[in-house]
């Protein structure tokens, strides 16, 4: 049973660019939530997806967008990126609200 | 504003001893508190605790929540060197279903 899976695992982007990260869920789970975790830090819900739209928001600019497929893997978009968006981004799925979310092992985004 | 606080924010001990890790919480609307542990990357989850006084226990690990006084416990009796990880708690929010969690608390065992 794959658990939840991210790729890539490491990224390293300038100021100013765009990053597409992506997430596979946890087989049997159709909700996918994005949290950023800055070093030192826990981490801090971005938004989350279920069948395909964007159902909660967190207080992240609009620079940070997101889709689902019908296949519930996700991705998260960032634009315009700041050194402050350098992070552990973590994806999690979940099959019901309210259930479990389980963590996927993160992409560690660099933005010099 | 939702918030968890977690202490101590670090801790040193030796293999063999006991800790007790500690969350609050002030949230507009709860639906469940959880531990995760997090060795690298990944948060792997722990225990998921919705009913107060009502002890979870997996192994040496076990933990219990405080309705009243907005509160839980992780504790970790006779500890291992694998217990070192940074422990995360989490309240889920229930209607908005999103997590919001502590800093953490690092723990760090010394053979």
């Known amino acids: 049973d794959a658990g939840v899976t991210q790729s890539p695992t490491h990224l390293i982007k300038t100021r100013g660019q765009q990053v597409t990260l992506r997430c596979s869920p946890k087989?049997?789970?159709?909700?996918v939530s994005w949290y950023q975790q800055a070093l030192g830090q826990g981490p801090q819900f971005i938004f989350q997806?279920?069948?395909?739209?964007?159902?909660q928001r967190g207080n992240f600019p609009d620079r940070f967008s997101g889709h689902q497929f019908p296949n519930y893997s996700s991705e998260l978009n960032v634009n315009a990126l700041l050194l402050g968006d350098s992070a552990l981004y973590l994806c999690?799925?979940?099959?019901?609200?309210?259930?479990?979310?389980?963590f996927g092992p993160g992409t560690r985004l660099l933005v010099l | 504003e939702d918030k968890v606080v977690q202490s101590p924010l670090s801790l040193v001990v030796h293999e063999g001893d006991t800790v007790t890790l500690n969350c609050s919480y002030e949230?507009?609307?709860?639906?469940?508190l959880l531990w995760y542990k997090q060795e690298k990357k990944a948060p792997t989850f722990l225990f998921m605790l919705?009913?107060?006084?009502i002890e979870k226990k997996s192994g040496r690990l076990s933990s219990i929540l405080d309705k009243k006084e907005l509160s839980s416990i992780l504790n970790i009796t006779a500890t291992q060197t694998g217990d070192s990880a940074i422990y995360l708690c989490?309240?889920?929010?229930?209607?908005?279903?999103?997590?919001?969690f502590g800093t953490g608390t690092r723990l760090q065992v010394f053979p």
């Open positions: 989490a309240v889920d929010l229930g209607n908005t279903d999103k997590l919001i």
């Open positions: 087989s049997g789970h159709d909700t």
């Open positions: 997806y279920y069948e395909e739209e964007e159902r």
């Open positions: 949230v507009t609307n709860f639906r469940s």
């Open positions: 999690a799925s979940n099959r019901d609200p309210g259930e479990t979310q389980y």
């Open positions: 919705t009913s107060s006084g």
